[in-house]
């Protein structure tokens, strides 16, 4: 467990969550991570939700406010829940080549936000002369590694590392630490 069971956390028995997307990794790392941080269920709902940025997101910036337009967005549609929890990849180029990564954004009711970034990873030359072409990072993934859908199972992270890395285990511990400022709520 990466957090201590918390006494006098003031959530109901079952709060309710929605997730920013119907992707099923998306919406599965996101119960994980706050059950393991909060130490109890919940229920959880991902709904179609746009991000208001590019298709691919280049940059921090654009990546982490997709994140934010996601929760937002999914705000707007379901304003009865505990949490709102948008998740961005995004890639960015740097003098060592492309890499890949994803913001992670929660607000809660009370309008409390936690906010958190994956470690990155470089991707392949061939992977990035696709998304620099104009291709979404997972279709080129699909087309280069004759896949389908690969965005809704492991993803570039969980292909590249053989599946020892997947993107649901990927993303849990950016939630994990995106849920720091509910857990500690006394220090934010």
């Known amino acids: 467990m990466i957090f201590p069971k918390r006494q006098n956390f003031q959530a109901s028995e079952k709060a309710l969550i929605i ?14 991570a706050f059950t393991e941080a909060f130490n109890q269920g919940f229920i959880l709902n991902g709904v179609n939700v746009s991000s208001l940025v590019s298709d ?10 997709g994140a934010k337009n996601r929760a937002l967005n999914s705000k707007s549609i379901f304003p009865e829940a505990d949490y709102w ?3 961005e990849g995004g890639i ?23 906010y958190s970034k994956t470690g990155i990873f470089y991707l392949p030359k ?13 279709a080129a993934d699909d087309q280069f590694f004759s896949k389908e859908n690969s965005k809704h199972s492991g993803g570039s992270v969980g292909i590249l590392t053989n599946g020892v890395l997947n993107r649901e285990a990927y993303y849990q511990q950016a939630i994990i630490l995106a849920l720091i400022p509910f857990v500690k709520e006394n220090l934010y």
């Not at 997730?19 to 994980?32: A, D, H, M, R």
């Not at 691919?56 to 406010?65: A, I, K, M, S, V």
């Not at 890949?100 to 936690?114: C, D, R």
């Open 19 to 32: 997730v920013g997307s119907k992707n099923p990794v998306k919406i599965s790392c996101t119960e994980l």
């Open 56 to 65: 691919q997101p280049r940059g921090d910036e654009e990546t982490f406010l």
């Open 85 to 87: 929890v948008g998740i």
């Open 92 to 114: 960015a180029e740097d003098a060592l080549g492309m890499n890949a990564f994803a913001w992670v954004y929660i607000e809660n009711k009370s309008g409390k936000a936690g």
């Open 126 to 138: 061939a992977i990035a002369d696709l998304v620099n072409s104009g291709m979404e990072l997972g």
